[in-house]
């Protein structure tokens, strides 16, 4: 039977309606049910279900015809159809058989299969002799709690959101999933930095992140049909690479498949990007003042090959360093090679 | 692409609003009576005043205890100060031990408040009318229900905002007040000093929104967080309904503006539409610096952004994809 799954999340929807694993549709939709939308819709599975109808009239499907499952943040409605399978992001994570360590991001925490933090307060200050920016940040964030797929349109206000996430400590796996609200329909080279500060452990990490939900799309269809779930992932494209964590400097010698090698020295402090096509591989042998001498097969990808030699794991020092100009910097390395 | 319609008001017929005495009361309408907004429910006698004396406070004679006394006679010490009646009235010991002094209770009318017809009398405490109201959707609000007069200030300057505060200063004690397009934390501050029921403005701090649920006070932003200004549309509204009895329900962040009979208005329109496509000339609620909460009509349509001409000034500025909302009015 046809499938159709929906990822309800904080700031978006996602539908996927499969019908075979050639025949597919998608939406993804960048608003979410908020209490503002009280005078249209009710509550949020009122808004998720005249969302489906809609999509479904526009693609002149039943819905009688599909099988539905829902993933649901930050908890399945109280309103939900029992009969219909539905799961919390929570829940859904935690139950994957995924062997890559899943990050799941939005504007207010982390969920990994071992982590959870979702939870960012309001500042409750009272005073009224704040500076200036104090007030601004503090109005911005309560209207991104009211409107919550406001997304920043400053650099500094990116920054500021990413903050409430980017210095938590989560520990890695060799193959890393980024997904979530806060990568849905963002490409700007604000993400992968993100991405990239949310690895802080020395290694080599091989990472996809996942801009479309597909992530959470796919685990939904491999828990009602197995066989279709495992075809679609084969099929699905994450933009991804290999990322060399090497705090303090390192040097890397990258053997390509046609014999070519090519050493680097990445100097402290940098992120440098090394476009390897998607499909391609290599082999690296990396030495670092704190990775020990390591040597691995890698695929290509979007991303390509990407040496971070910032300090990571200690907080307090990641935060001194995470200046404007800094950021400006190791954003080029991206943007130079992305753009 | 389409995005969902954001309905700022609505329409709410065959509500139901619930009237309540604080004490037993007498009530003096009947099932399915039609009511007024000053069809009296019923009365009730009320203490409007109330003094919780500290818990060091011995009265003065243990007759004295649930009898009436005047006002400037003795009625116990606390240590060696001696404490005199504030007004005519009677001391009653509470459950706990502590002492509390209540004002000589007063009859209190129970207006309806409201256009329609008494649906169910519950004991003698309660009468649950039907009704019908224009709803004005709020961006945020702190969570308490109340009701009050609606006194409406003409959308001043900042400055202006604390003159017309201390003007009206012997009318907006419990009544609910919207101070304009923003409203700044010093003139929330001092509101509540005055002891106002609830404020309303277009944009209010997040600091203020503190200090209101603080002090249990309504607040309520109308389009959000910051100088958001309120849009001409609801402005329109609301001034027209300018010294009505109205009701906010903070839990679910709507003003309810009690209405005699609906009547459709240029201001909302009854079109049931959740979702428009996202083309030129539909207008749309920005919600990005520096036109938050400013509406537009929207000029051309980009991958990742929209063109929007400003209503206030005919500018044309690109926002980011999502950062707008499509409008239901024409």
């Known amino acids: 039977m046809p499938v159709c799954v929906v990822y309800a999340g904080l700031s978006c929807v996602s539908i996927l309606i499969v019908k075979t694993p050639d025949d597919k549709i998608q939406l993804n939709f960048p608003y979410s049910y908020s209490d503002y939308f009280s005078g249209n819709f009710k509550n949020k599975k009122n808004f998720v279900d005249a969302l489906i109808e809609r999509f479904f009239s526009e693609n002149n499907l039943n819905k009688t015809d599909f099988q539905f499952a829902f993933c649901w943040y930050p908890e399945i409605p109280n309103q939900s159809d029992t009969s219909v399978s539905s799961i919390s992001l929570n829940q859904l994570i935690k139950e994957t058989t995924d062997f890559s360590l899943c990050i799941f991001v939005n504007r207010y925490g982390i969920f990994t299969q071992d982590y959870g933090n979702m939870y960012a307060s309001l500042n409750p200050d009272t005073s009224n002799d704040l500076a200036q920016d104090v007030v601004e940040e503090m109005n911005l964030a309560s209207n991104s709690y009211v409107f919550p797929q406001i997304i920043p349109n400053n650099v500094f206000d990116v920054i500021d959101e990413d903050n409430n996430v980017r210095f938590i400590n989560i520990e890695p796996k060799e193959k890393i999933i980024i997904t979530g609200d806060r990568f849905f329909g963002r490409n700007t080279h604000e993400s992968p930095i993100l991405a990239f500060d949310l690895i802080k452990k020395p290694g080599v990490f091989d990472f996809r992140i996942d801009t479309k939900n597909m992530w959470i799309m796919l685990e939904l269809i491999s828990r009602m049909n197995e066989k279709m779930g495992e075809i679609l992932s084969a099929n699905t494209d994450f933009a991804g690479g290999t990322l060399v964590n090497s705090p303090g400097g390192a040097e890397c010698l990258v053997s390509g498949e046609e014999g070519s090698d090519r050493l680097l020295v990445v100097k402290d402090n940098s992120i440098f990007v090394l476009p390897l096509n998607k499909g391609s591989r290599a082999k690296i042998t990396v030495k670092g003042s704190v990775l020990n001498t390591t040597q691995k097969s890698i695929w290509g990808g979007e991303l390509g090959l990407v040496i971070d030699t910032r300090e990571k794991t200690n907080l307090a020092s990641f935060k001194e360093i995470y200046t404007q100009k800094n950021l400006k910097m190791w954003e080029e390395a991206i943007c130079s090679y992305q753009y | ?330």
């Not at chain 2, 003094?51 to 009436?68: A, E, R, T």
């Open chain 2, 1 to 330: 692409m389409f995005i969902p319609v954001l309905k700022k008001i609505t329409r709410s017929e065959n509500s139901f609003i619930e009237r309540a005495f604080a004490s037993e009361g007498t009530i003096s309408v009947i099932l399915n009576e039609k009511v007024e907004p000053f069809t009296k429910l019923g009365e009730t006698p009320v203490s409007y005043q109330i003094l919780d004396l500290d818990s060091n406070f011995k009265p003065q004679k243990n007759d004295y205890i649930d009898d009436h006394i005047y006002k400037g006679t003795s009625i116990g010490w606390i240590g060696r100060k001696k404490i005199l009646a504030p007004f005519d009235g009677r001391l009653k010991k509470n459950e706990n031990g502590a002492y509390t002094f209540y004002e000589k209770p007063r009859e209190f009318w129970l207006l309806s408040g409201v256009w329609g017809f008494v649906e169910k009398i519950l004991d003698k405490r309660s009468v649950l009318i039907k009704t019908q109201f224009i709803d004005i959707h709020l961006a945020a609000s702190t969570k308490q229900n109340l009701s009050g007069e609606l006194i409406v200030f003409p959308n001043p300057s900042d400055v202006l905002q604390s003159e017309y505060l201390e003007k009206f200063a012997n009318n907006i004690a419990g009544n609910i007040i919207y101070m304009g397009n923003y409203a700044s934390v010093k003139v929330v501050k001092r509101a509540i000093e005055l002891g106002v029921g609830g404020i309303l403005a277009g944009g209010v701090d997040r600091v203020s929104f503190n200090i209101a649920k603080g002090s249990h006070t309504f607040l309520a932003a109308i389009n959000g967080f910051g100088r958001v200004p309120t849009t001409n549309y609801i402005f329109d509204t609301i001034k027209e309904f300018s010294n009505r009895f109205v009701f906010v329900e903070g839990d679910q962040n709507v003003l309810k503006i009690p209405m005699p009979e609906l009547t459709d208005s240029q201001n909302f329109s009854t079109s049931p539409k959740l979702f428009v496509n996202l083309e030129p000339s539909i207008k749309v609620q920005i919600l990005e610096k520096p036109y938050f909460g400013w509406i537009g009509t929207v000029d051309r349509v980009e991958e990742s952004s929209i063109f929007v001409k400003l209503e206030d000034n005919g500018e044309t500025v690109e926002i980011k994809t999502p950062n707008f909302l499509a409008l239901d009015i024409a």
